[in-house]
């Protein structure tokens, strides 16, 4: 059934990307937010209604959306009951307006996206100062939920950097929605995939080094690095070896 309120919006998005018997005990170290996994859980809608539809979950009053994006001692009540984070509907929200799809792309600051997402232009002063406490708090549960159910991927929060605010949201919404299409480029042309070496991997994307944006650039200069210093799981645990690993999974779910 598609998901009409918020709640169900919630339930379907954790459900699918945390909760599916092939992710239990796996990591997360990317989440996708070009729309794939809405569209997946509209299975009426193409992308574009797909993400209309999600949005829309979230009502038009600025008042109420910025409560979503509040830390409250509400969310660790209702997760207690219904056994799952209330408010990571808004945590994936925030992902979509730190990627950029054919809409937004050109929209440079991460406000100003997640104001033209929802058409409210009242949000573009929001300053989103709970969102990494939000953000560590569903790390929090996701890890104590494997822990204790076994059923549950780990959710890897990467070094928001110098971003403190929004880090966390730009670096788990990476490559942004140019640099995926490049990339899956790249990986098709190499024939390569996560079942390959680091090294393999990494050079497929090096080979077009010039087509990506300098966010792209630099997170694949972090992960060579890191492969170079032999510091395996950090690598494992990257963005960029997070979204090869969901490019894969996604080819492997196709085949």
Not at 66 to 91: M, Q, V, Y
Not at 110 to 115: L, P, Q, T, Y
Request: charge should be neutral.
């Amino acid at each position: 059934m598609t998901p009409a309120s918020l709640s169900q919006w919630n339930l379907a998005l954790v459900t699918a990307l945390f909760l599916r018997t092939d992710r239990a005990r796996t990591t997360l170290s990317r989440i996708d937010a070009t729309g794939r996994v809405l569209e997946e859980l509209c299975e009426s809608q193409d992308r574009a209604s797909a993400k209309r539809s999600f949005i829309k979950a979230f009502g038009s009053d600025p008042e109420v959306i910025k409560k979503h994006f509040t830390l409250s001692p509400s969310i660790a009540i209702l997760t207690k009951r219904d056994g799952i984070p209330p408010n990571f509907a808004a945590l994936y929200l925030s992902l979509l307006a730190a990627t950029a799809d054919d809409d937004t792309f050109q929209v440079g600051k991460f406000r100003m996206r997640f104001a033209a997402l929802l058409e409210i232009d009242e949000l573009e002063g929001f300053h989103f100062q709970d969102l990494p406490a939000l953000w560590k708090q569903f790390a929090s549960w996701s890890r104590s939920r494997a822990a204790l159910m076994g059923d549950c991927a780990v959710l890897i929060l990467p070094d928001p950097q110098h971003e403190t605010r929004i880090g966390h949201s730009k670096r788990l919404a990476f490559p942004s929605y140019r640099d995926e299409l490049c990339l899956r480029s790249a990986l098709a042309d190499f024939a390569v995939d996560s079942r390959d070496p680091f090294q393999a991997v990494s050079r497929a994307a090096y080979e077009r080094l010039g087509k990506f944006t300098q966010t792209f650039k630099d997170e694949l200069s972090g992960f060579r690095s890191l492969v170079h210093a032999e510091r395996l799981q950090e690598a494992y645990d990257s963005p960029f070896w997070g979204a090869v690993r969901d490019i894969t999974r996604e080819s492997e779910e196709k085949e």
